[in-house]
């Protein structure tokens, strides 16, 4: 038996042992077009990776359990990456080539120790169910200056060009690692350090359609822009640059901010914003966390903007818990459904597209929850590729 049948026995297993009923019409519907094809009208089938900050691994929920099943389910992970060199995984991101990123924040001492990030390709992905503890095929661990070594790094996306760029908010900027570097199996300086009198925290990060990156200031209440032709002169000049944010958007100060304590942030197929508020800062802000979408139009122009949400996400009991609690890492696949990783409660709550269109406080579409799960704190997290689902 294979690693791919070992882990779809494994589900089946699991979905028996722990009573799970899912959708058994889109199941046998799913079966009949060829599960995980691009051609699938129930495609797309890929399954979320995600970092168990708390459990030092990244965990992998397939495309079966979070695209067919509906309901609330205490179940294990399909496959786990439990790799040693894992302290505290924040984040996970992959590439063009099918090469999942996990960004390691260490043990957050104000020395990074530990904190780094590692590279696995889709073969070692594809075989965690006979070799769950792969060696990374690369590691970045900036050794050298101040603004060059990592302290407490914990998003990364890549630009158009393949260059790798990771948040790091204990150190207060963006590191740029171009694809060339992150071809050598160990990458010891960054090309370019982003700082700024605009970042706060800098948390989660995300390129638009255009080439501009957008950061997510975790210690207040601004998401701010850089613009794409800032970006690409810091990659091109190399070294420390300070930068100043094209946009800066502002919290509306209502009683549940529009933005409080943001952390993961993604751009749908129109260009709307998404992002997760962990709404820390009292008095105001919902204690569970908030999910929020800014339209695209809202957010264009430069400046100084306070934009209205187009939809804000709020939570709902369920599971014995809440749909949110101190929601971190939000992925969205092509379909438009999200899933969430909440740290304060450890669970996954996946919404579909039709759930997501109007405020309001929806219950999940699949919901991950309990000891089974082994969430321990989960951050980041990202849809992978088909051939991984």
């Known amino acids: 038996m294979n690693d791919k049948e070992d882990g779809k026995l494994a589900v089946g297993k699991s979905l028996a042992l722990f009573g799970a009923v899912?959708?058994?019409?889109?199941?046998?519907?799913?079966?009949?077009?060829?599960?995980?094809?691009?051609?699938?009208?129930?495609?797309?089938?890929?399954?979320?990776?995600?970092?168990?900050?708390?459990?030092?691994?990244?965990?992998?929920?397939?495309?079966?359990?979070?695209?067919?099943?509906?309901?609330?389910?205490?179940?294990?992970?399909?496959?786990?990456?439990?790799?040693?060199?894992?302290?505290?995984?924040?984040?996970?991101?992959?590439?063009?080539?099918?090469?999942?990123?996990?960004?390691?924040?260490?043990?957050?001492?104000?020395?990074?120790?530990?904190?780094?990030?590692?590279?696995?390709?889709?073969?070692?992905?594809?075989?965690?169910?006979?070799?769950?503890?792969?060696?990374?095929?690369?590691?970045?661990?900036?050794?050298?200056?101040?603004?060059?070594?990592?302290?407490?790094?914990?998003?990364?996306?890549?630009?158009?060009?393949?260059?790798?760029w990771v948040s790091d908010s204990a150190n207060n900027a963006i590191f740029e690692f171009t694809a060339t570097q992150i071809k050598s199996p160990l990458v010891a300086s960054p090309n370019a350090v982003l700082v700024s009198a605009g970042f706060n925290g800098p948390l989660g990060i995300a390129f638009d359609g255009t080439g501009n990156l957008w950061i997510c200031n975790n210690g207040g209440t601004t998401i701010v822009e850089i613009a794409a032709a800032v970006v690409n002169a810091?990659?091109?000049?190399?070294?420390?640059?300070?930068?100043?944010?094209?946009?800066?958007?502002?919290?509306?100060?209502?009683?549940?901010?529009?933005?409080?304590?943001?952390?993961?942030?993604?751009?749908?197929?129109?260009?709307?914003?998404?992002?997760?508020?962990?709404?820390?800062?009292?008095?105001?802000?919902?204690?569970?966390?908030?999910?929020v979408e800014f339209t695209a139009t809202s957010i264009a122009g430069g400046g100084a903007l306070t934009p209205a949400p187009n939809v804000t996400l709020h939570a709902t009991s369920v599971g014995g818990t809440t749909s949110f609690g101190d929601p971190n890492g939000i992925s969205m696949n092509s379909a438009g459904n999200i899933t969430v990783a909440n740290a304060g409660n450890s669970s996954l709550a996946e919404f579909t597209a039709a759930q997501i269109t109007t405020t309001g406080s929806p219950v999940p579409h699949v919901f991950f929850v309990g000891a089974a799960t082994t969430l321990i704190g989960p951050t980041g997290l990202t849809y992978g590729p088909l051939s991984l689902q």
Do not use: R, Y
């Open 22 to 164: 899912g959708a058994v019409v889109a199941l046998l519907a799913a079966v009949a077009v060829g599960c995980g094809s691009s051609s699938s009208s129930i495609a797309p089938f890929a399954g979320v990776w995600v970092a168990n900050g708390g459990g030092a691994n990244v965990e992998h929920f397939s495309g079966n359990e979070i695209s067919v099943l509906a309901g609330v389910f205490n179940l294990p992970p399909t496959t786990f990456l439990n790799t040693k060199v894992f302290t505290s995984p924040q984040d996970t991101t992959f590439d063009s080539s099918g090469t999942m990123w996990v960004v390691d924040g260490g043990k957050n001492d104000g020395l990074g120790t530990g904190a780094a990030v590692f590279a696995f390709v889709a073969a070692q992905l594809a075989h965690l169910n006979s070799q769950p503890a792969p060696a990374p095929g690369v590691i970045v661990k900036p050794v050298v200056g101040v603004n060059n070594l990592f302290n407490f790094p914990q998003f990364a996306a890549f630009d158009t060009a393949g260059n790798l």
């Open 234 to 291: 810091a990659s091109a000049s190399g070294g420390t640059v300070t930068v100043t944010p094209a946009t800066t958007l502002n919290s509306d100060g209502l009683a549940t901010p529009s933005i409080n304590n943001p952390w993961g942030i993604l751009f749908d197929g129109s260009g709307n914003m998404w992002f997760t508020n962990e709404q820390l800062t009292p008095p105001t802000g919902d204690p569970n966390g908030t999910v």
